[in-house]
């Protein structure tokens, strides 16, 4: 019975680990997204994205009039940080600033808009407080 209980503890710490495991971690490495057959690349500097920090972030590979971005948690209601980006010739730069909190790790979605059209491309990251 404790080799069975033991087992399904096991499975269930390592299935969630790997849930909450990111696809690419931009804290790391500049990361490059397949879109509806397009290869976008997202990096951002300073590296490790922190708190209270500003953050430029750089996306290449995207054609679109007026690009828009739309950062918020997954994990609480942290509001809705809206990035402006400017083209600067095959790719665009925009600047962000999040807030701290108490949370050790919490994980944030930026969705790409083109001007108010949603773009169904996003990426996930992590900001360590």
Do not use: H, Q, W
């Not at 828009?68 to 083209?87: H, P, Q, R, T, W």
Request: net charge positive.
């Amino acid at each position: 019975m404790k080799k069975y209980f033991l087992a399904v503890i096991l499975s269930v710490f390592l299935s969630t680990l790997l849930a909450n495991t990111l696809k690419c971690d931009l804290n790391k490495e500049d990361c490059i997204l397949n879109a509806n057959g397009t290869k976008i690349s997202f990096s951002i500097y300073p590296k490790p994205i922190m708190p209270m920090v500003p953050t430029s972030i750089k996306i290449s590979g995207l054609e679109v009039k007026n690009l828009k971005a739309k950062i918020y948690s997954l994990d609480m209601n942290m509001g809705i940080f809206n990035v402006e980006f400017k083209k600067m010739g095959s790719f665009y730069v925009g600047n962000f600033t999040l807030n701290a909190c108490s949370m050790g790790v919490m994980r944030y979605r930026l969705e790409l808009f083109d001007d108010e059209k949603d773009l169904n491309i996003f990426i996930d990251f992590d900001l360590r407080g």
